[in-house]
T-cell receptor
């Protein structure tokens, strides 16, 4: 069945370090792909999305490219800040409109 | 624009008790979703409404969980009776329509079953 796999956390980085959070998926058809972020004490927020192969989603300095050949949607940021500390969820929306989330990756950025 | 509202934010009950959660979606959003998020896992869809009709409830444990969306606006999710494994955060989300539109999430209700 359809599924999403993310790298396990927690991830701890120093401020201004480069961030990569790996995400791979299994799905039939052509899913849309998403990254959601959950800051401490807050609800899930959409961070970025891509709806077709080779699309690049970007927001707040974060980027992810829809790679159909490797079924991946890795999240990257060139220079993280303390305020980026949160849990990041990769997700896909299937052709029958169901959203499936990965388990989440916790990121802590230390000054 | 007001976001998705949920209440209560926290609830502690004993097993076999009943509990209900309330969600008020963003005004004008036709589609409403309830998710269960167990600690350390991603959210799992329990039920999806389109206006006041159920679109998908395939993962809703119907022997103990029920949900309704009367008048196609607010929604209530109920658990009766609760089990220890129901301890989780219950998230409500809404979107203008199903399919292409972004889902907006509420802050969630954290349920602890003792």
């Amino acid at each position: 069945g359809d599924s999403v796999t993310q790298m396990e956390g927690p991830v701890t980085l120093s401020e201004e370090a480069f961030l990569t959070i790996n995400c791979t998926y299994t799905a039939t058809g052509y899913p849309s792909l998403f990254w959601y972020v959950q800051y401490p004490g807050e609800g899930l927020q959409l961070l970025l999305k891509a709806t077709k192969a080779d699309d690049k989603g970007s927001n707040k300095g974060f980027e992810a490219t829809y790679r159909k050949e490797t079924t991946s949607f890795h999240l990257e940021k060139g220079s993280v800040q303390v305020s980026d500390s949160a849990v990041y969820f990769c997700a896909l929306r299937t052709s029958y409109d169901k959203v499936i989330f990965g388990p989440g990756t916790s990121l802590s950025v230390i000054p | 624009e007001a976001g998705v509202a949920q209440s209560p934010r926290y609830k502690i009950i004993e097993k076999r008790q009943s509990v209900a959660f309330w969600c008020n979606p963003i005004s004008g959003h036709a589609t409403l979703y309830w998710y269960q998020q167990i600690l350390g896992q991603g959210p799992k869809l329990l039920i999806q409404f389109q206006n006041n009709g159920v679109v998908d409830d395939s993962q809703l444990p119907k022997d103990r969980f029920s949900a309704e969306r009367l008048k196609g606006v607010d929604s209530t999710l109920k658990i009766q009776p609760a089990k220890l494994e129901d301890s989780a955060v219950y998230l409500c989300a809404s979107s203008f329509r199903a399919g292409l539109d972004t889902q907006y999430f509420g802050p969630g209700t954290r349920l602890t079953v003792l």
